[in-house]
Nanobody, 124 residues
Framework: VQLQASGGGLVQAGGSLRLSCAAS????????MGWFRQAPGKEREFVAA????????YYADSVKGRFTISRDNAKNTLYLQMNNLKPEDTAVYYC??????????????????WGQGTQVTVSS
């Protein structure tokens, strides 16, 4: 599986962005998926996870109520809708795939596949 993240950009605080993660191959629906982010000088952190069907989702406390993760298995695409963005959301955002499930997405630093990252910058 190859992952291609897109949709990042520059937005003012309070604005919205929608990230996409397009997956190649026919096994996308076999993987739990997640979004992570890394701000300058900080470690990569978990943002959100979705089960293989997308029916079960998890979020970091810092984004709960503002971000929504979803997936379209027919289109092999993962999404992250980000609303009410804050300057502290500024980071490079990565998508990842893990056959072990959403717990592995949230708890493990190692995953089967990673996307290349897309920059999100939120101005105050």
């Amino acid at each position: 599986v190859q992952l291609q993240a897109s949709g990042g950009g520059l937005v003012q605080a309070g604005g919205s962005l929608r990230l996409s993660c397009a997956a190649s191959g026919r096994t996308f629906s076999s993987y739990a998926m997640g979004w992570f982010r890394q701000a300058p000088g900080k470690e990569r952190e978990f943002v959100a996870a979705a089960s293989v069907s997308g029916a079960t989702t998890y979020y970091a406390d810092s984004v709960k109520g503002r971000f929504t993760i979803s997936r379209d298995n027919a289109k092999n695409t993962l999404y992250l809708q980000m609303n009410n963005l804050k300057p502290e959301d500024t980071a490079v955002y990565y998508c990842a795939a893990d056959r072990r499930g959403t717990m592995a997405i949230m708890k493990s630093p190692i995953h089967d596949y990673w996307g290349q990252g897309t920059q999100v910058t939120v101005s105050s």
